[in-house]
């Protein structure tokens, strides 16, 4: 897994999650994850469904629900560091994609040691996306979790065109955005 891994928030993109979908698919973005923290388990299946049938030919991941992602057969699951433990997700989802949050070394380290297709490390910049987001970390710890694991390494936070360019050449085999998106493909 390389590139562009573009985060649908619901949060911030509200009505406008399938027409930025839509953008984003034809812009040639291959991996999208669906986030939405506070949707119920129907509302988030409607919605996920549907942002399926339109990224039915790219890597579709749903945001810390393997349930969820099992029933709208997406393609895998991103999980945070206090969701379903990967060794349980696994069982679920068996050979369909995992990846986890960290947010540390000692983190990204532990998770290296788990059976996940690839990391996310952040936040790498200051972020706006998340309510009590965790301090920025900068880009020198995608370098040190290079060192340790071949396992892909996607940056996220804060990252956008002016900054973009520093986390490729720390070694990140990809970036994750979220509100980006808004002034990249808005």
């Known amino acids: 897994m390389k590139g562009l891994y573009a985060i649908i928030d619901y949060d911030l993109l509200r009505d406008r999650i399938y027409e930025v979908t839509q953008q984003i698919i034809t812009a040639g973005v291959k991996i999208i994850q669906f986030r ?17 049938h339109l990224a039915q030919d790219i890597t579709f991941i749903i945001n810390d629900r393997p349930d969820i992602a099992l029933v709208v057969e997406a393609d895998g699951v991103h999980l945070g560091q206090d969701d379903l433990p990967v060794s349980l997700a696994r069982r679920l989802l068996k050979d369909k994609i995992i990846g986890i949050s960290t947010h540390n070394l000692e983190q990204a380290i532990a998770a290296s040691k788990e059976e996940i297709d690839y990391l996310a490390i952040g936040p790498i910049y200051q972020t706006t996306t998340k309510k009590n987001a965790l301090p920025p970390i900068g880009p020198k710890i995608i370098q040190e979790i290079k060192k340790i694991t071949n ?36």
Do not use: M, Q, Y
Request: avoid cysteine; proline fraction near 2%.
């Open 36 to 52: 939405a923290k506070n949707l119920t388990d129907k509302e988030l299946v409607t919605h996920a469904l549907k942002l399926r």
């Open 151 to 186: 396992i892909p390494v996607f940056a996220i936070g804060g990252i956008n065109e002016e900054n973009l360019e520093e986390v490729i050449k720390a070694g990140a085999d990809g970036v994750a955005v979220a509100s980006a998106l808004e002034g990249i493909i808005i």
